[in-house]
């Protein structure tokens, strides 16, 4: 899978620049899972890029978003296309996903769940 990363210091943006996210679901693992092996833990998934994804993608980042979330960091997605969003709501994926409308949005999102979990 084709990525930009933008390391910032609480996260990392990750800026999928494909625009099909196919049924190669140990490639978004081999992508995404990594990151909770470094200091700086998490991370923003932008999907301005895409315009289809297959569903068991959709299923796995559920999966990755809840393995962030019990390893004490943040995942959250953004800038998701209507069409993405319509399609995953229509499969009942979009209520289990950590989406905002923009990247400023979840950065807040982090920013915020990091305050949370030193109250912790």
Known sequence: MKVKIDTKEKFHVITIEETVLPANTANMEETLLPFLNNSTKNIIINFSNIKKIDESVAN?????????????SSMVICNMPP????????????????????????WDI??????????N
């Open 60 to 72: 796995v980042l559920v999966s990755i978003q809840q393995t962030f979330y019990d390893s004490n």
């Open 83 to 106: 069409e993405i969003e319509t399609y995953l709501d229509e499969k009942e994926l979009l209520e289990l996903m950590n989406v905002t409308p923009t990247e400023s949005e979840a």
């Open 110 to 119: 982090v920013q915020m769940e990091e305050i949370e979990r030193e109250f």
